[in-house]
């Protein structure tokens, strides 16, 4: 138990906390390594390849090919890393976020420039099935 | 003796810097956003502080899962810039304050605050774009910064409690440094964001505010604020604000605001900046 159970109840939320860092682990650390200039040739040569250098588990190794951003958090990416993969693809912080919401690049824009996701009824899982 | 000048809080949105550094600065979305600073700007070089203390978080940088220090006092006499995966930005190298940043370590330690000591760091954008926001584009950067780098990705960050009180502790061991330096205390990260998913891009600007209002005029009641409550009304990147109580505890408890300002959006997030003095 990592004692953080009520931040559960924040909806479209993933709390990085230590159950997510351990099984994410290697995931993050396949991000990190991305940080280098020629692990980002190798891994854009061959994408399946160059993950066999980390021990992911096959779900991440899924999460990662597809480009599921939502799914590398659940199984423990935290998007500081994960981001990093974004910028290896070419996808600035703003690109990410889109595709994490499922929106398009530009209704998610135009949502940032009309002053952001309103936080009336995104606080609480539970005050949403209430509401 | 040392003494705390001053306290900035300001946001450090990446894209802030690449806007800067790919000449994008006066164009229509970021206009307002630099406009923001010009009083900053002439501010800080009126003041010319001697050194300044940037509190900032590391963004899978300089620290990886290997290591998570939760507070990271830099030592070194220089810091270079980080490659964050599009080349490191086009700034000056950050030179340190040895002598000061030892002192500090030295006294807040033995304070009860058990400070990771670096030697040898890379800063990335947390820390070069508050920089970038009150000096502009200079050819070296006109003052020597001490970085203290804290935890706000792997949960549990510091609480709000610990990071006022290590203010707090960080501004007696300032003036109890034998030279007459003078120092400006930077705390940079928030204001509201949320760069994950399907809620990413959540902005509240009536939290931002009661913040801002709330680290001016009563801050140890502030320093209380659990954690659920700052992801919840602030998104999971809003945690970073507690950075801004490690600047205010260094103050004096009554200050004056001498700038406020608050912008959306910069990139995902809401961009806040205040400048405190002390009341004289």
């Not at chain 1, 799914?71 to 703003?94: C, H, P, Q, W």
């Not at chain 2, 502080?49 to 939760?70: E, G, K, Q, R, W």
Request: glycine residues 10%; hydrophobic residues 45%; contains cysteine.
């Amino acid at each position: 138990m990592s004692g953080t159970d009520a931040f559960d109840d924040i909806p479209g939320t993933t709390l990085f906390n230590a159950e997510r860092s351990r099984q994410g682990y290697a995931l993050n650390m396949f991000c990190m390594s991305l940080m280098k200039a020629e692990n980002r040739a190798a891994f854009r040569a061959d994408n399946a390849a160059y993950l066999k250098r980390f021990a992911l588990t096959p779900g991440q190794v899924e999460a990662v090919l597809t480009r599921d951003w939502n799914r590398m958090l659940e199984l423990g990416g935290n998007i500081y890393y994960t981001s990093k993969l974004g910028a290896t693809d070419g996808l600035s912080f703003v690109q990410l976020a889109a595709l994490m919401t499922g929106s398009t690049q530009e209704a998610y824009a135009q949502m940032m420039l009309d002053g952001g996701r309103g936080i009336e009824g995104n606080r609480s899982k539970t005050e949403r099935a209430d509401g | 003796m040392a003494s705390v000048v001053a306290g900035v809080a300001t946001s450090h949105v990446p894209a802030i810097g690449a806007a800067l550094d790919n000449g994008r600065s006066g164009e229509p979305y970021w206009q307002p956003l630099f406009a923001g600073y010009e009083f900053s700007k002439r501010w800080i070089a009126e003041l010319k502080p001697d050194v300044i203390l940037l509190v900032y978080n590391d963004h899978a940088s300089a620290f990886s899962l290997d290591f998570i220090p939760t507070f990271a006092l830099g030592c070194a006499a220089e810091f270079p810039i980080a490659d964050e995966g599009w080349g490191p930005r086009p700034v000056p190298p950050v030179i340190g304050h040895p002598e000061l940043a030892w002192h500090i370590a030295q006294s807040t330690i033995t304070d009860d605050f058990d400070m990771t000591i670096v030697n040898k760091m890379e800063v990335d954008h947390g820390l070069t774009v508050p920089l970038s926001l009150m000096f502009g584009q200079p050819a070296a950067w006109p003052v020597p910064v001490i970085p203290l780098a804290v935890n706000v990705v792997q949960y549990p960050p510091p609480s709000g409690r610990r990071c006022f009180m290590l203010g707090k502790a960080i501004r007696r061991a300032i003036e109890s440094y034998p030279a007459p330096l003078r120092v400006a205390v930077f705390g940079t990260g928030g204001m509201s964001h949320q760069l994950q998913g399907p809620r990413a891009g959540l902005i509240n600007a009536a939290f931002d505010s009661q913040f801002l209002d709330g680290l001016i005029a009563d801050p140890a009641k502030l320093a209380q604020m659990p954690h659920i409550e700052y992801v919840r009304e602030a998104g999971s990147e809003g945690i970073e604000l507690v950075m801004w109580l490690i600047m205010r505890g260094a103050l004096d408890d009554a200050v004056t605001a001498v700038h406020r300002f608050y912008h959306v959006p910069a990139s995902n997030t809401a961009v806040g900046h205040l400048i405190l003095e002390n009341r004289r």
